[in-house]
């Protein structure tokens, strides 16, 4: 079955540091992969989506993201962090019949001032 | 301006009471579906929808109906609420072009059952 799994249910981060979450996808054909974010009494905002044309994709506010087949990961990066990027981070996987996005349990991303 | 509308944003219930969530969504898209969020578990689909009259199960249908019968429509119907349905729902819909098509999620509603 079709499983995404994010490693850490919180990342602390200073500001102007690397933020690094991570996601791990089980499919047996590389799927669709999304990175949505989660700011406070808000639904989720698309970053940045996978679909197969690059392996490096470049998302929203400074946000980019690596497909790596090998690894089956779909880790997002940002060089220096902001305290506007504190919340909760979503990776998901969408099977290619367009049935089901299968979301991670989420990241919350903290940055220290 | 494109959204997903649900309402209402907070609902306090008591145990089997019947209630509705409504969400609508202005972008004529095909796909639609309801999520639950609780803590720990991320995002749990409990119903989609491929077009009008056209719904299956996700993971978690237990408890909840659904129904299509306009394109921009979607209401979540809980017909005996009970407590373990507390959570936060978000309403989400998508366009069929293509399987990547990023979903476009409403603001959440989050009930409560006593």
């Known amino acids: 079955a079709q499983s995404v799994t994010q490693l850490g249910s919180h990342v602390s981060v200073s500001e102007g540091a690397l933020v690094l979450l991570r996601c791990n996808y089980s499919?047996?054909?590389?799927?669709?992969l999304f990175w949505y974010v989660q700011y406070p009494n808000q639904g989720l905002q698309l970053l940045l989506k996978?679909?197969?044309?690059?392996?490096l994709v470049k998302g929203i506010n400074g946000f980019e993201a690596e497909f790596k087949k090998s690894e089956t990961s779909f880790h997002l990066t940002k060089p220096s962090a902001h305290m506007s990027d504190a919340a909760e981070y979503f990776c998901a996987s969408m099977n290619t019949g367009f049935q089901k996005l299968v979301f991670g349990t989420g990241t919350r991303l903290l940055v220290s001032p | 301006e494109a959204q997903v509308t649900q309402n209402p944003r907070y609902l306090i219930t008591v145990t089997g009471k019947k209630l509705t969530v409504t969400c609508s969504q202005n972008m004529n898209h095909e796909y639609m579906s309801w999520y639950r969020q609780d803590p720990g578990l991320g995002l749990r689909q409990i119903y989609y929808s491929m077009n009008v009259e056209v719904t299956d199960k996700g993971d978690v249908p237990e408890g909840y109906k659904v129904s299509r019968k306009e394109k921009r429509n979607f209401p979540l119907i809980l017909e005996s609420p009970s407590p373990n349905q507390t959570s936060l729902y978000f309403c989400?819909?998508?366009?069929?072009?293509?399987?990547?098509?990023?979903?476009?999620f409403g603001n959440g509603t989050r009930l409560t059952v006593t």
């Open positions: 989400a819909s998508s366009s069929f072009g293509g399987s990547s098509s990023p979903l476009h």
């Open positions: 499919s047996s054909v590389p799927p669709y």
């Open positions: 996978y679909t197969s044309a690059a392996t």
